[in-house]
């Protein structure tokens, strides 16, 4: 085993590792070694293709596949320089104070959360789309939302460049999407933090992290390594860990400190979601523009966020419940589809946690509360009246019985729509808002870490991701991650 | 069914048969590839399946195997020689049967079928979709020509945005 000396090492490089790679540039420049160890590959932007599966399986755990224990739930996290940020869709919101408020997190104050997202709007060059680059599957649900009631809210983005190819989700080839691999890991480098792509931590122990180097796939996208494949072993005297929620929990249990820490790898919170089409009788531009402009927050009063949103073939095939001509029905009219994203915001749970297969692989348990079944039918209903004020002719909503709801069926959407249509592993239900797991509170008994990401009684250990959430935040949550990195680095800075 | 392949080879080699009916009623218009569709086809969902763990893998031929065999008991034969509109039936009530082990199941293999049609790049111009990097202008298009119909402008924004410092909340 190789044997290399730093001073500290972050594992993960998303947007909590990406962000606090870049605030430990102070101690690169007074000559400390600091080292980010990524496990996935560092991709160029001629990489990002727009093949859809060949994306997938380049990008995302298990080619996007990776399935919760109970086989219900899809869980959608991408591994590479720059994490989930290369393939996030970039919409920027900052933490909701009441969220905040209930997390009652002793130390942890709304208005510094909302400080510190400040300075990444302002660095990730967040900002509204101009009319003109709206494209018609987020003018129609502008108009539905007004239409059925709704009101619909712009999505501020972080975008530079953007040439409208609607292929956020599977890295974005004009290198417009401004995820930590476009900003903070490339000024981090500059200044001399090393990255280590495809370096994937086995387990952390008091003053090392136990490193595997894997080689490039032969063919495959991405860059080699730039170390070189094999086992190390870095010594540093400060860890970070930020491979988010079910890395870093998967990580942590690996290396044994679930003992003194009961609750660690629990809790976790997903935003299960579900994707609803609305077929109109003319073209609508869903595979050209920005494919996320406009959003409803319906989380405090019924608890779901709607998002406008564009998938792509496959995906749009498996989220669609059913088979057969019905669904093919759907396929064909692919030009014509309004979509919408629909979030349930869900509570953590003890049972709902990570855990580790005997392989070390990560393993998640994720149930369905009948709460959140009714949540994700309020959503269903609010979309299919979004679809017809908008004009659809025809609406596939799953939680309705029939599924495919037609234009006559408008009034009644609400005798339609039901949380008892809703049948887990029937139900393509999918989740890209991985939270919680290493949650932050007072002690060992009820949370893993402090309020600046200290790992109880660890005091080497921090944790710096989405894991720290101690529920879920009720919105998208990339800038609330990155807040908290901040803290953070800036509680290994105060250390050294 | 035009161009069976007979491939053998690969984790559903064994099930090919049962899996290419079963695909046929997932996504109708399957039946309509031909030859270098079907390899198409196959390449996908066999190298999707190269990528699972074995204990996945194991799970959908047992579970394609278990299929096959209730609808010989349900239909009087297998899926591969079932009358179309009978083992359409016959799935939909799998697709919705109250066992979970069952629907998870059917899922799987839905899946697995509709990822071998709609993977192929022929799927997408196929259906219409026409993503491409180039974006608005692959279109000859510039941001926002595209005609629109619905017209309404944008919602009230409640956001942070780059040089602008005011509104922080996201609370209604
Ligand atoms: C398709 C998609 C769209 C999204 N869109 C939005 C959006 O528009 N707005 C928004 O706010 N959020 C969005 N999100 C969510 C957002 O991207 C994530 O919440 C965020 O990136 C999580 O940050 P993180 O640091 O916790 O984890 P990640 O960004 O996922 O980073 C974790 C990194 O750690 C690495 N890692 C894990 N374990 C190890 C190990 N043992 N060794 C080495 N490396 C390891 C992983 O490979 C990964 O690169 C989206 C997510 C997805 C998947
Ligand atoms: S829509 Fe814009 S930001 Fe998204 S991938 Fe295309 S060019 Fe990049």
């Known amino acids: 085993m190789h044997e290399v000396v730093a001073?500290?090492?972050?594992?993960?490089?998303?947007?909590?590792?990406?962000?606090?790679?870049?605030r430990l540039v102070p101690l690169a420049e007074r000559g400390r070694k600091v080292i980010v160890v990524e496990q996935g590959p560092r991709f160029r932007d001629r990489d990002f293709d727009g093949n859809e599966l060949r994306m997938a399986r380049a990008l995302y755990a298990d080619a996007g596949g990776f399935l919760n224990e109970e086989g219900t739930l899809t869980l959608a996290f991408a591994r590479a320089y720059g994490g989930s940020t290369v393939v996030y869709t970039g919409t920027s919101l900052p933490p909701p104070e009441r969220v905040v408020r209930q997390w009652a997190v002793p130390g942890l104050a709304h208005d510094d959360l909302v400080r510190r997202a400040r300075r990444y709007v302002g660095e990730n060059n967040v900002h509204l789309l101009p009319d003109e680059e709206i494209n018609e599957n987020n003018r129609l649900f502008v108009g539905g939302c007004g239409a059925a009631g709704y009101s619909a809210h712009q999505f501020p983005?972080?975008?530079?460049?953007c040439r409208g190819s609607s292929l956020c989700n599977l890295g974005c080839p004009n290198g417009a999407k401004q995820g930590t691999h476009k900003v903070q890991l490339p000024s981090a480098e500059a200044a001399g933090v090393e990255v280590v792509t495809r370096a994937e931590a086995i387990r952390v122990e008091p003053g090392a992290v136990v490193v595997r180097v894997h080689p490039s796939e032969v063919g495959g996208p991405g860059t080699p390594p730039e170390w070189e494949p094999g086992s190390y072993r870095i010594r540093a005297p400060k860890i970070v860990v930020a491979g988010g929620a079910i890395g870093s929990s998967a990580l942590l249990l690996r290396s044994g400190l679930g003992s003194g820490l009961p609750v660690l790898g629990r809790g976790l919170t997903v935003h299960p979601a579900l994707i609803l089409v609305g077929e109109h009788d003319h073209d609508v531009s869903n595979d050209v523009g920005h494919p996320k402009s406009f959003y409803v927050d319906r989380a405090a009063d019924e608890g779901f966020l709607l998002e406008t949103c564009t998938y792509f073939p496959f995906v749009t095939a498996k989220s669609l419940t059913g088979f057969g001509p019905a669904h093919e029905r759907f396929m064909r009219a692919f030009p014509r589809l309004q979509m919408i994203l629909v979030l349930a915001c869900d509570r953590a749970l003890h049972r709902n946690r990570v855990t580790v297969a005997r392989?070390?692989?990560?393993?998640v348990h994720y149930a369905f509360t009948p709460e959140l079944v009714r949540r994700l039918a309020a959503a269903n209903r609010a979309s299919a009246r979004i679809f017809f004020g908008a004009g659809a002719l025809r609406v596939h909503a799953p939680l309705a019985d029939p599924q495919v709801l037609d234009a006559k069926d408008a009034q009644r959407v609400d005798e339609l729509v039901a949380p008892s249509n809703f049948q887990p592993g029937r139900c393509s239900v999918s989740a890209a808002h991985l939270q919680g797991g290493c949650r932050m509170g007072l002690d060992a008994a009820e949370s893993v870490t402090d309020s600046w990401g200290r790992?109880?009684?660890?005091?080497?250990?921090r944790v710096a991701d989405a894991s720290l959430f101690p529920d879920a935040i009720q919105i998208n949550p990339y800038l609330t991650i990155m807040a908290l990195a901040d803290r953070v680095a800036e509680g290994v800075l105060a250390d050294m | 069914m035009a161009g069976s392949s007979g491939d053998t080879r690969g984790t559903l080699g064994p099930v090919w048969e049962t899996?290419?009916?079963?695909?046929?009623?997932?996504?109708?218009?399957?039946?309509?590839?031909?030859?270098d569709g079907w390899a198409g086809f196959e390449r996908i969902v066999q190298s999707a399946l190269a990528a699972r763990p074995e204990g996945i893998r194991r799970r959908i031929v047992l579970f394609v195997r278990a299929l096959d065999a209730m609808a010989r008991l349900r239909l009087g034969s297998g899926l591969a020689s079932a009358e179309p509109l009978a083992a359409r039936r016959f799935l939909e009530g799998i697709e919705r049967s109250r066992v979970s082990l069952v629907r998870r199941g059917f899922w799987g293999v839905r899946t697995l079928a509709l990822m071998g049609y709609y993977g192929r790049p022929e799927a997408a111009s196929e259906i219409g979709y026409a993503a491409h990097p180039d974006g608005w202008s692959a279109r000859g298009l510039s941001a926002g020509a595209w005609p629109t119909r619905s017209g309404q402008g944008t919602a009230e924004p409640n956001v942070m945005v780059a040089g602008d410092e005011g509104e922080t909340s996201t609370d209604a």
């Open chain 1, 7 to 22: 001073d500290v090492v972050v594992v993960g490089s998303g947007a909590g590792g990406g962000t606090v790679a870049q």
């Open chain 1, 157 to 161: 983005v972080n975008v530079k460049g």
């Open chain 1, 359 to 363: 392989d070390g692989r990560p393993a």
């Open chain 1, 455 to 461: 790992v109880h009684g660890h005091p080497w250990l």
């Open chain 2, 19 to 35: 899996f290419r009916a079963i695909a046929c009623v997932v996504v109708p218009a399957s039946e309509e590839l031909d030859a």
